[in-house]
């Protein structure tokens, strides 16, 4: 283990988590994770051992089952899991997010009902906000939920759900149009139960998930449409117990779900400075190793500073929101710098690589289809931006 993206100040048990899912991730995914990529094959016997790890609960209260572990821990976890196989850590990260809004949301009742399951990895998670007809613009949301009795009744369709065939439990954002006088006021989050599956769902009336959209990368993990025709939910399932506070807890979600998207970053530019360096070291050109060539060493020299920068970046919004503070100029400037710098590490590697790297024989193949998707997932970079602009303005406005 070199010394790039090393993080200070962290706990004994902190400690063994990495050391273990480092194990973990060293014999049971890097070794499978490109065949099972190219085949576009759901990891499950990957899922089975984070499972026994507990990493499905790692962030959940101890109370609830869980590990009761902070974001930084969580964040340095997927960190791990993606230097593996990106996708795996899309698995987990839904199922975190949502399992974090219950915690910080939900009623007592929901977190006794859903919480313990979710930790044991029974109950796994997707999150859907997203739609066809819309992207970072959530108030043009049009997937609405109508109060009638009892329940609620939704209807319209949403998009990009990560996890949405395999999960069983959505937190659907909907628009109620009884919270508030404005578009962020009048939406609701819902907990929807299914069976895992695709096409019209065994125990949900109305809920389809037509099947897995094909990707360029990021495969292995299902990513889906959910068409809700008159899917009746009841009223206790509204997440918090109170409507039109959807919009905020969704933004909570997207915020950790932000420093998430960093680590997955990280993970992906450390796998491809190691993949880099150690070729470099391999292959001969004109009576020597490349890595012994002036330009080759700038390049790795490049590479290994934008893998620790964007380290740092991420467990300082980890810690931040850890802290109980505001984070989302740290989340927004990590998710930015990590997944531009998590693309510019790749194609560096891949250009070492020369024209193995366009081979499907090499891992650099697999890493440099995968790491495009970070610069859309959890906001863009012009999202990210526009976020960081306005809070330096906040912070930094001139008096009247």
């Known amino acids: 283990m070199g010394r790039l993206a090393q993080t200070d100040g962290l706990t004994e048990i902190q400690r063994d988590i990495l050391a273990t899912v480092r194990e973990f991730v060293d014999k049971e995914i890097i070794p499978v994770a490109t065949e099972l990529e190219h ?3 759901y990891p499950t016997a990957i899922v089975e051992g984070m499972k026994q790890l507990g990493l499905f609960g790692l962030t959940i209260p101890e109370e609830y089952g869980g590990l009761g572990e902070s974001l930084l821990t969580y964040a340095l976890v997927v960190e791990e899991i993606a230097r593996g ?3 795996v850590s899309g698995i987990v990260n839904t199922h975190f997010i949502v399992a974090h809004m219950i915690n910080a949301h939900g009623t007592p009742e929901q977190k006794e009902h859903f919480l313990p399951r979710m930790a044991a990895g029974e109950l796994r998670g997707a999150f859907s906000m997203s739609e066809p007809g819309l992207g970072s613009d959530v108030s043009a ?5 109508v109060r009638d009795g009892d329940h609620y009744v939704l209807n319209g369709q949403k998009m990009w759900l990560t996890n949405g065939g395999t ?4 937190a659907v954002l909907c628009r109620t149009d009884e919270g508030g006088s404005t578009p962020y006021k009048n939406m609701t989050t819902f907990l929807v139960e299914k069976t895992p599956g695709f096409g019209p769902n065994e125990t949900v009336p109305g809920l389809t998930v037509p099947g897995k959209i094909e990707k360029m990368g990021y495969k292995g993990v299902d990513t889906t449409e959910l068409v809700l025709q008159d899917v009746r939910v009841p009223a206790d399932r509204v997440l918090g117990g109170v409507p039109g506070r959807g919009f905020y807890q969704m933004m909570d979600g997207v915020e950790v779900g932000r420093v998430n998207v960093a680590a997955r970053g990280c993970g992906v530019a450390r796998r491809a400075f190691e993949l880099g360096i150690a070729y470099a070291q391999q292959r001969v050109t004109f ?3 490349i890595a012994e060539h002036q330009a080759i060493q700038f390049k790795l020299a490049e590479m ?7 380290h740092q970046m991420m467990v300082m919004a980890a810690r931040k929101k850890d802290s109980g503070q505001r984070n989302d100029l740290e989340a927004g400037m990590a998710k930015y710098l990590a997944s531009e710098y998590c693309k510019e590490v790749v194609e560096d590697s891949f250009r070492i690589h020369g024209g193995y790297g366009f081979s499907k024989e090499y891992e ?3 890493l440099y289809r995968e790491a495009p998707m970070l610069l859309i997932g959890e906001g863009t970079a012009e999202i990210q931006k526009m976020i960081v602009g306005r809070r330096l303005l ?4 001139l008096a009247d």
């Open 304 to 310: 290994a500073t934008k893998v620790e920068a964007a």
């Open 167 to 170: 999960s069983s439990l959505v």
């Open 85 to 87: 196989w990106m996708s």
């Open 364 to 366: 650099i193949e697999r």
């Open 39 to 41: 085949r576009d094959e």
């Open 141 to 145: 949301i049009s997937t609405k939920g």
């Open 287 to 289: 009576g020597k190793k």
């Open 394 to 397: 906040e912070e930094y406005r």
